[in-house]
């Protein structure tokens, strides 16, 4: 069976330019590196997923150079930069990072996403139950608005419940929620709480990668936040980043 599992966030307009996004970019690397240095290592630049391409350092100056070279159209500031990265390492899921920053557009949406793929490594793998933990860190590095961790099973079955689209804040087996959203969600739900930087709250309903949630337990658990209105849309065109 094949492994397939994200880890993603969204926001709205922010600001930032190469040598911010770079940084994000570059405390992201090292921050997962921390997590699991034997799949979130050797970085190469998105391509033909050749092993022997050359790769990259996860510095700044280097992702700030990567990021350069990788957006060279017009309008920048506007539509943002778009930049993403892969790995694969012996005995480990092969991992992609892609991120869409920096924009001010009222109707792009900004994005960070984390997808792990295998044929050999299942979902007992430890970086795999560690993936709310990773939500927590790609949303204090982005400061995002929302984000989840699903498997394709999952976000299709909450996709059809409620008639979603792609960038729709929604929860999978974990979700983040900024402040604004943290202030409203419902206390109760068979998860483990976690507060973050920036006022936000992850929502973890693997406590802590102990259990694999049922389909119906997050269809309840999204349920109670839509009727919270934990989980509404950010109304567009957008006049704020997060919620």
């Known amino acids: 069976m094949l492994l397939y599992v994200v880890v993603n966030g969204s926001w709205g307009p922010r600001a930032e330019f190469v040598p911010g996004v770079a940084e994000r970019l570059s405390g992201t690397l090292r921050a997962l590196e921390e997590i699991d240095g034997s799949t979130f290592q050797r970085w190469h630049e998105a ?70 793929r295998s044929r050999e490594i299942d979902e007992t793998a430890e970086v795999i139950r560690r993936a709310p933990r990773i939500l927590r860190l790609l949303a204090e ?30 929860c999978g087996r974990a979700v983040y929620l900024s402040a604004g959203r943290a202030a409203l969600a419902p206390e109760g739900l068979p998860a483990m709480y976690v507060r973050t930087a920036h006022g936000g709250l992850v929502i973890d309903l693997t406590l802590g990668g102990a259990v694999s949630p049922a389909i119906e337990t997050i269809l309840e658990a999204n349920a109670r936040l839509r009727a919270a209105g934990a989980l509404d849309k950010l109304a567009t065109p957008f006049d704020r980043a997060t919620f």
């Open 141 to 170: 590095n982005w400061e995002i608005d929302a984000g989840q961790v699903y498997d394709k099973h999952q976000y299709r079955a909450v996709a059809e419940r409620w008639d979603l689209a792609n960038s729709d804040p929604r």
């Open 47 to 116: 391509g033909n997923d050749i092993p022997s391409d050359p790769v990259v350092e996860p510095s700044v100056p280097a992702m700030a150079e990567y990021i350069e070279r990788k957006n060279t159209g017009p309008d920048l500031d506007v539509m943002g930069y778009t930049t993403s990265l892969w790995a694969r390492n012996p005995g480990a899921a092969y991992v992609s990072i892609a991120i869409h920053a920096g924009g001010t557009s009222r109707y792009a949406v900004s994005s960070v996403s984390l997808v792990f």
